[in-house]
């Protein structure tokens, strides 16, 4: 598999061995479930040193078509990852139909989802959310943590924050299930009809802790994402603090060319 790999060739070792890997993997002789060879054995097989192959490794994981989990090894996925398209997945007709968005993502990309929920109650606001929230930091808001499985394995946690004078009244919005098409259709079922959400996102390596909670290597990289969901009045009604394992997800986005 590979020994006599980057003779005579300018490319990177590291990513002559990375193309390998994954041109094994479209070419179906690594399939769906197989085990990837370990750190050790294609430092073997490709006379390099464990460096070369963690950098290698960096590269196959990034292409989408293998999932490592920590202590487990890495493995060629059965499905693509989730296509997490920011034009549509927030579409009214989607939460009227009852689906979330989370949910209706991992549908289309035939992903069996699931959801845990971790936390809801009172919090103080933190200061980057107050300030999202337009609320004083320290205010009083409720919060919601849930951590999101695909076909059985940790990918996301995401946290919801909403200014309590809007959620008091709510009360599906401190249930575990807050019932079809989640917390969005409840909001605007009371009024809060929404005008547009606001994302940002940036990629970076996970924290001891966030690497440890979605079952990553150490280093791995997640994507960061903030959302303001802004209501047709200009208010800001929830703010979602969202940490995705960035190998499980493929971010698609539509430009309008016109102005």
Partial sequence: MGAAIGVGKA?????????????????????PGDQVPSEAEMA?????????????????????????????????????????????RFRRSLRQGGKAAYLAESEQSGATAKVSVIYIGPIEAPEAIAQRLGVEAGTQVLARRRLYFRNGAPVETATSYLPWDVVRDIPELFAENPGDGGIYARLEEH??????????????????????ELALSPGAT??????????????????????????????????????
């Fill in 11 to 31: 490319v990177p070792r590291y990513l002559q061995i990375a193309e390998d890997i994954i041109q094994q993997v479209r070419a179906g002789v690594l399939k």
């Fill in 44 to 88: 073997e097989r490709y006379g390099v040193s464990g460096g070369t192959v963690r950098k290698a490794m960096l590269e196959i994981r990034a292409s989408g078509l293998v999932d490592t989990r920590h202590g487990k090894g890495s493995y060629v996925r059965d499905r693509p990852p989730v296509r997490h398209r920011s034009s549509d």
């Fill in 191 to 212: 009024g809060h009809t929404f005008a547009e959400f606001v994302e940002t996102l940036r990629a970076r390596p996970a924290a001891k802790a966030e690497a440890s």
């Fill in 222 to 259: 997640v994507v960061h994402l903030l959302r303001n969901a802004v209501t047709d009045a200009g208010r800001v009604v929830e703010v979602c603090d969202t940490l995705m394992a960035a190998d499980q997800f493929v971010f698609e986005f539509r430009i309008p060319a016109s102005d």
